[in-house]
């Protein structure tokens, strides 16, 4: 992975992170052996999807899937034909199942981003097989960054498990919705996550504000 391939979204690239962070993180990925995920010109997928703008809801992951074929650059969404599920999306279908009735028929989120949903992981990479391997590589400069530039009106952010909730200082002002739970991985789901009925409470805020809520269960046809 090159510095080069790196490209900042257009949307996002006035954030600080940009020039003070992203080269010395870049540098470090070049010099890499390990086989970095996702590929170089997806690491931004989730930040070109939703301009700032455009963003109504956050919903903060922790690092992409070290599968190789599995993450795209949006949390917790995988390419189309991955199957089985990763356990936390399965969860997180099988909570969506009981709160909405329904749930897509693939992993891949994209139709969420495409509606204003961010998906961010907190970390933008990952080393193939070693889940956690970037944590404290710097992308988390970005993350505190684009919660604050997010801060500027009224949005939705679902935080799941004490690492995303670890960020919630950097939500600032008023008249947000913040929802925390625990994490949908298999570890933590049953310890609150399950019955937090998450997507329907985001979609009811949305509508109490005016706007229409997020159609999470059903891809609109080509």
């Known amino acids: 992975m090159t510095h080069a391939a790196l490209t900042p979204p257009d949307n996002w690239r006035h954030l600080p992170f940009f020039v003070q962070d992203l080269p010395r993180i870049a ?60 356990r936390s999306l399965n ?71 004490g690492h995303a909730q670890g960020f919630a200082r950097h939500i600032t002002g008023g008249d947000h919705l913040v929802l925390s739970s625990a994490h949908p991985s298999p570890l933590s789901a049953r310890r609150g996550f399950f019955g937090s009925r998450p997507f329907s409470r985001i979609n009811d805020w949305l509508m109490d504000k005016g706007q229409t809520p997020i159609n999470w269960t059903t891809p609109k046809g080509p």
């Open 91 to 161: 969860n997180i279908f099988k909570e969506m199942t009981d709160d909405l009735g329904a749930c897509p028929d693939t992993g891949d989120l994209h139709f969420w981003a495409d509606q204003g949903v961010l998906l961010l992981n907190t970390a933008l990479t990952v080393e193939a097989g070693k889940a956690g391997a970037h944590a404290k590589l710097g992308w988390a400069r970005l993350t505190e960054q684009v919660l604050a530039a997010l801060s500027d009106r009224p949005r939705a952010f679902l935080l799941w498990g």
């Open 27 to 86: 540098g470090q990925l070049a010099q890499s052996d390990a086989q970095v995920l996702p590929p170089a010109h997806q690491v931004f997928s989730a930040l070109d999807a939703c301009p700032p703008d455009r963003t109504r809801v956050v919903i903060l992951g922790q690092d992409p899937y070290p599968t190789p074929g599995h993450a795209h650059g949006l949390a917790f969404s995988v390419e189309p034909d991955v199957r089985p599920l990763p």
